[in-house]
């Protein structure tokens, strides 16, 4: 318990200490002016609240995330504390923060654009696929989850006749309910539907944080939460996932996730004030790894601590939703059990549509196609969901999830590089941003190498020093044009 309220407090304080300090090297100035006033246009760029905004960036960064990577990132055991605290604090909400900043500053340009801006055409052109390809990734994933979830847990009319892939015609039928609401909400002006019903599930993820929490306070006696003694990996076969890089990839979301700084300029054009950034950015991802810890710490202590935990996922195949449908089952009773799994399908939901809308977006100002007008956003979106639909139904979920995981820390990787470079060229110190770019370099190069989804190594030594190689080849390629440009 001591380990787990030293990590709250210290995720607390981070918010009012080194937040504030980035915004000072920042230069926050809330007299200038943002693009919800400069580019109005009634459709993405629209002012809204700041209570809000950050309850629509909380659900767009946290989705699913903080709650199945955590539960099965506690399986490593306690020092999943120390990466979800110290990755939140220094890389996470620094990396959100920083890229939302400099996006706010410009107009409210795509990720791309930014990169582009920072490391280069090529890097843009690169990034300009990559990052269309990853929302269309992530848009499988939050459409085929909840679409299960739902289709399990919702008594629906039985049809035996299976269809496409297996998938049985009530699971398709629920696919198709979610995909209407993505296309609407991918299309519509972002107040009219996003900006209406984000900030009911954001209560709702809060509040299920708030209610594990008071159950791991109020019964300690019985769910014992495990102290960090050692940072040794405790997982069932820690051989085959080492703590690097597997844990640095199995709890992305509530430490530091790629796919979070291709939200924050969707919310860069609607802030009414650059004085609004730290909440909303640096607040949203502390909030998100709040979340995170406290169901890693759940997961732990209610079965009896990370062994039993790891007996569970054995048990329930590695499922994380059935894994939450247990501990809230026990603790909390039916009512909040069905309010839980109408909180986690909104989850998933919530950042599957803004997915959708953030790749929208990037196309828009890849070929400087303007979206005031409905068909020109109609005509973007199509390819997208075509493309997320044959995912869907080609690729089973299990390899969806590896890839995108991977992905999702190498768009970190990029974007952290992207902010080194800023804070280079406004004179600003560089290791706030060059530290953590080069611990995730080194993360997703050495899983290159370990992953049995990629090279699969079984000489460890090697990959590790492969995977530093590679860091430090691109750690002097960024260097070199940074120096260069």
């Given at each position: ?8 407090a ?32 009634g ?21 699913l ?32 923060f ?29 990034m ?27 008594n ?32 519509l ?47 069932t ?5 080492p ?34 950034s ?6 949203a991802?502390?909030?998100e ?37 247990v ?16 909180g986690?399908?909104g ?26 007008k409905?068909?020109?956003?109609l ?12 995912i869907?139904f080609a ?12 992905c999702n ?28 770019a ?19 190594m ?20 960024v ?7």
């Amino acid at each position: 318990m001591i380990t787990f309220l030293l990590c709250l407090a210290a995720l607390v304080i981070a918010y009012f200490t080194y937040g504030k300090y980035l915004e000072k090297v920042c230069g926050i100035d809330e007299t200038n002016p943002v693009p919800s006033q400069t580019m109005y246009d009634g459709v993405d760029y629209i002012p809204m609240p700041r209570w809000k905004v950050f309850l629509i960036q909380l659900l767009n960064i946290a989705g699913l995330g903080p709650i199945f990577g955590a539960l099965l990132g506690a399986a490593y055991g306690p020092v999943a504390f120390l990466w979800i605290t110290l990755g939140g604090i220094f890389m996470g909400a620094m990396h959100d923060f920083i890229a939302g900043v400099i996006s706010l500053k410009s107009n409210g340009q795509s990720l791309p654009e930014i990169i582009g801006t920072y490391l280069g055409n090529g890097t843009r052109g690169f990034m300009r696929i990559f990052s269309v390809l990853l929302m269309v990734l992530v848009g499988a994933v939050f459409m085929s989850q909840p679409a299960e979830l739902i289709a399990s847990n919702v008594n629906l009319p039985s049809l035996e006749v299976q269809a496409f892939s297996g998938m049985s015609w009530e699971l398709i039928s629920v696919l198709a309910v979610i995909l209407v609401y993505y296309i609407m909400a991918t299309l519509l002006p972002i107040d009219k539907l996003i900006g209406r019903i984000y900030p009911l599930f954001g209560i709702a993820l809060l509040v299920m944080a708030v209610s594990i929490l008071c159950i791991l306070l109020v019964h300690s006696d019985t769910y014992i939460i495990p102290e960090l003694t050692s940072i040794d990996n405790q997982i069932t076969n820690p051989e085959k996932f080492p703590i690097v890089p597997m844990l640095f990839t199995t709890i992305a979301c509530g430490a530091i996730s790629g796919f979070h700084a291709t939200q924050s300029p969707m919310m860069a054009r609607c802030m009414k004030s650059e004085k609004q950034s730290r909440s909303i950015f640096y607040g949203a991802m502390i909030s998100e790894s709040i979340v995170a810890l406290i169901w890693a710490a759940i997961g732990m202590a209610f079965w009896g601590g990370v062994e039993g935990l790891n007996a569970a996922i054995a048990e329930h195949g590695g499922s994380a939703a059935k894994l939450v449908n247990v501990i809230t089952s026990t603790t909390m009773g039916p009512l909040i059990t069905s309010f839980v799994l109408v909180g986690i399908i909104g989850c998933a939901i919530t950042s599957g549509d803004t997915a959708f809308r953030c790749a929208r977006l990037i196309v828009a100002d890849m070929f400087g196609i303007g979206q005031k007008k409905f068909i020109k956003r109609l005509l973007v979106s199509l390819p997208l969901f075509a493309g997320a639909l044959f995912i869907i139904f080609a690729l089973p979920f299990q390899t969806i999830w590896s890839y995108f995981a991977w992905c999702n820390q190498t768009l970190a990787v990029i974007t952290l590089w992207c902010i080194t470079v800023y804070l280079f060229k406004k004179g600003k110190p560089v290791a706030i941003g060059m530290l953590p770019a080069l611990i995730m370099t080194y993360v997703c190069s050495s899983y290159i190498f370990i992953s049995p989804m990629m090279f699969g190594m079984e000489n460890r030594m090697l990959a590790y020093i492969l995977g530093g190689v590679l860091t430090l080849v691109i750690a002097a390629a960024v260097h070199f044009k940074a120096r260069k440009g």
